[in-house]
């Protein structure tokens, strides 16, 4: 995988993540708290992390 694959695929994972745990944490807050409210950090951290993680495991995997 070249840095431009990578790069990518780190893109592509970080959007699509970043939208479910808006999603996620916007019906938690909504149904648990009553009210609409965003997180963006955590949203932010989780989707870098999982943006991060993906790759990397599929770049290993491709490696052996």
Do not use: C, D, R
């Not at 431009?4 to 970043?18: C, D, R, W």
């Amino acid at each position: 995988m070249t840095f431009k694959e990578f790069v990518i695929q780190f893109i592509i994972t970080f959007v699509v993540a970043f939208i479910a745990s808006v999603v996620a944490i916007f019906l938690y807050n909504l149904i648990i708290h009553g009210m609409v409210k965003f997180t963006w950090g955590i949203s932010v951290m989780l989707a870098f992390t999982i943006g991060v993680a993906t790759p990397l495991s599929s770049l290993f995997k491709s490696k052996k």
